[in-house]
């Protein structure tokens, strides 16, 4: 019956956010982005170390850049081919061979969880690529050795910061005026800092300070708390029942409506996007939380089948949101 709950939640969500025109911190996903295409890793996520260097899963890191990997158990270590290169890295070792020359790194590859982690800077290096940075996106970009730096679809614009999101109002855009995916995905991450389910004084308030936006661009929150009996309390800036409507912009602090009692919630289900008036929106940042050690995630669902969605739920901190106890 709960499965069914939140089923009919989320459909809920989508047609309220799809039929119209339109404090805590959350860390971005870290991406690695490969000739353009960021790179998918099924089970274990890459993660930064405590030398400040991105290790990730050696095969998937290896085969993306076209070497063949290969694992030695006995000597522990992980051996990148391509293309007359050799690479040799040993867990536990900050020393590492390229064709045969020993040399230095300030880090070292491990074994986590029987999978062999790598740092991707001195791999993707070692094979020929080149590789950068983006601090602000957590998102290192590599290109291999021939391959073009990919041109961004548009030149020019003009960039802003909106409360540390930085957005060019040329090259963010698609070519339907609306906040590309990977821009979208940005600005949903960022407004969680900015809510929060806190109690004060035996009282249970919701709590948000709309971050900044581009001009013309609005956000749209619809909050909705389940309980247990299966009633639901829904919160968003179009409802008419009263005590239930939120503004779409400034700061709120709203006490929840008949709730004594948190034991008597069975979950919530959070929904963010940020449209324009005119065409619309490119995906919603969708939550869910179940009180008591119960199903949670925390996921981008794209308003395109082009794309995938692409879940949070392993780096979403979802007890800084919901400090209801």
Known sequence: MK???????????FVTLFSMAASSAVELPLRVVVNGSKLEFPDEQPFIDENGRTQTPARFIGEALG??????????K?????????????IGKKEYDVNGVKKQMDTEALLLGGRTFVP?????????????????????YIITKGKPTPTPPAQGGTVKYYDGVAFNDVTDVDAYGRITVEKSKEFLLNFTKYLSFV???????????????????????????????????????????PGNQIPREGFF???????????????FNISISLNHPKTGN???????????GGEKWCE??????????????????????????
């Not at 499965?3 to 969500?13: G, S």
């Not at 992980?78 to 040993?90: D, R």
């Not at 669902?301 to 949101?321: A, Q």
Request: with cysteine; aromatic share 14%; net charge neutral.
């Open 253 to 267: 602090k709203k006490e929840a409506i008949g709730i004594s009692n948190v034991n008597n919630i069975d979950f």
């Open 300 to 325: 981008f669902v794209p308003e395109s089948g082009l794309y995938k969605n692409e879940s949070y739920t392993n780096t979403f901190d979802f007890n800084k949101m919901f400090q209801w106890k």
């Open 120 to 140: 991707a800077r001195y791999v993707a290096e070692a094979l020929g690529a080149t590789v950068d940075w983006d601090a602000s996106i957590r998102t290192v």
């Open 67 to 76: 070497a063949t990997v290969t694992w030695d158990g006995n000597e522990k």
């Open 199 to 241: 109690k004060e004084n035996g009282k249970y308030y919701i709590v948000c300070d709309y971050p900044e936006k581009p001009e013309g661009y609005e956000w749209n929150l619809i909050i909705r708390i389940f309980n247990k009996d299966g009633s639901p309390r829904g919160y968003t800036p179009l409802t008419h029942v």
């Open 3 to 13: 499965r069914i709950a939140l089923i009919i939640a989320l459909v809920c969500t």
């Open 282 to 292: 490119t995906g919603l940042l969708n939550i869910v939380y179940t009180l008591g």
């Open 78 to 90: 992980a051996i990148f081919s391509l293309a007359g290169t050799t690479l040799v890295l040993y």
